[in-house]
């Protein structure tokens, strides 16, 4: 796949942001049609490799509602929730920049090469600060730097408690860039480093265009709460719907304090 290297890209305006960075990249490289404007007004959204279904539908619902405001999506085209979004970007209509953790010049196979074609068909770039270099540990928390570095907003949409993703994370709280964090099923080992995020007060939590809890008060599930506890599998018995969903539901019901959690029951917080 050709690419160039980006001569001088301290002087470009829309790649200033950059400089933020205590080591900002000495040089950078990139695949694709390179129009300045795409750099302008970025997003972030990254999360773990071990992508769950519901991983999946967040990402399905995150994307096309950043597309919409004229968004570009930054990721870094590894494999899960990163690749996904790239996928959904390009699908969507929308233009998404794939930060890689290795040399430019590497060369893509299989499903990696189509997603790269759809990428820069579809006006996007790949973009590395190396020419030569093989992926190892150290490379990765290296492109993180440069996702957050890129983008005005960091969304997680799933991270384990050790994810990578929560380097990126933490990076963009040093840059002073927001930091949105999706809500999961407290059960789940990949949505703890997200539910974290948010119960420490580090990321703010992101539940669609709103980003606020609403919860009217005819929902089934605060309805059946309301008369018993239950437990998880109970809920989704008597809803007739799938366990992962109503332990979404429940996670957000928690982490606003409308509910609580008492040896494996939930039950309204005020309820007496």
Same mark, same amino acid.
């Given at each position: 796949?050709?690419?160039?290297?980006?001569?001088?890209?301290?002087?470009?305006?829309?790649?200033?942001?950059?400089?933020?960075?205590?080591?900002?990249?000495?040089?950078?490289?990139?695949?694709?049609?390179?129009?300045?404007?795409?750099?302008?007004?970025?997003?972030?959204?990254?999360?773990?490799?071990?992508?769950?279904?519901?991983?999946?539908?967040?990402?399905?619902?995150?994307?096309?509602?950043?597309?919409?405001?004229?968004?570009?999506?930054?990721?870094?085209?590894?494999?899960?929730?990163?690749?996904?979004?790239?996928?959904?970007?390009?699908?969507?209509?929308?233009?998404?920049?794939?930060?890689?953790?290795?040399?430019?010049?590497?060369?893509?196979?299989?499903?990696?090469?189509?997603?790269?074609?759809?990428?820069?068909?579809?006006?996007? *770039? &790949? $973009? !590395?600060?190396?020419?030569?270099? +093989?992926?190892?540990?150290?490379?990765?928390?290296?492109? /993180?730097?440069?996702?957050?570095?890129?983008?005005?907003?960091?969304?997680?949409?799933?991270?384990?408690?050790?994810?990578?993703?929560?380097?990126?994370?933490?990076?963009?709280?040093?840059?002073?860039?927001?930091?949105?964090?999706?809500?999961?099923?407290?059960?789940?080992?990949?949505?703890?480093?997200?539910?974290?995020?948010?119960?420490?007060?580090?990321?703010?939590?992101?539940?669609?265009?709103?980003?606020?809890?609403?919860?009217?008060?005819?929902?089934?599930?605060?309805?059946?709460?309301?008369?018993?506890?239950?437990?998880?599998?109970?809920?989704?018995?008597?809803?007739?719907?799938?366990?992962?969903?109503?332990?979404?539901?429940?996670?957000? *019901? &928690? $982490? !606003?304090?409308?509910?609580?959690? +008492?040896?494996?029951?939930?039950?309204?917080?005020?309820? /007496?």
């Amino acid at each position: 796949m050709l690419y160039k290297k980006l001569d001088n890209w301290q002087k470009i305006p829309e790649l200033q942001k950059l400089l933020d960075l205590s080591t900002p990249p000495r040089q950078l490289y990139y695949s694709g049609n390179l129009n300045p404007e795409i750099f302008k007004d970025c997003v972030a959204v990254v999360g773990s490799r071990k992508m769950t279904d519901y991983g999946s539908r967040v990402v399905e619902k995150i994307i096309p509602a950043l597309i919409s405001s004229g968004k570009t999506v930054v990721s870094g085209f590894m494999y899960g929730v990163d690749q996904y979004a790239h996928r959904i970007c390009t699908e969507s209509g929308g233009q998404t920049i794939a930060v890689l953790g290795w040399g430019i010049n590497t060369i893509l196979t299989g499903e990696d090469f189509k997603l790269a074609k759809k990428i820069i068909s579809s006006g996007g *770039l &790949l $973009l !590395s600060e190396w020419e030569t270099m +093989k992926a190892s540990h150290w490379t990765f928390p290296s492109r /993180n730097r440069i996702v957050a570095a890129l983008s005005s907003e960091v969304i997680v949409a799933e991270a384990a408690e050790k994810s990578g993703s929560l380097i990126t994370a933490a990076m963009a709280c040093k840059l002073k860039r927001k930091l949105w964090a999706v809500p999961g099923p407290i059960t789940s080992r990949t949505s703890k480093g997200t539910n974290q995020l948010i119960a420490k007060g580090v990321a703010k939590i992101w539940l669609g265009e709103s980003s606020q809890i609403s919860f009217l008060p005819d929902d089934p599930l605060v309805q059946i709460l309301l008369n018993e506890a239950l437990t998880t599998d109970e809920i989704a018995r008597k809803l007739q719907m799938p366990v992962s969903e109503a332990g979404a539901k429940l996670s957000l *019901l &928690l $982490l !606003s304090g409308q509910i609580m959690e +008492k040896g494996g029951k939930y039950f309204i917080a005020d309820a /007496n």
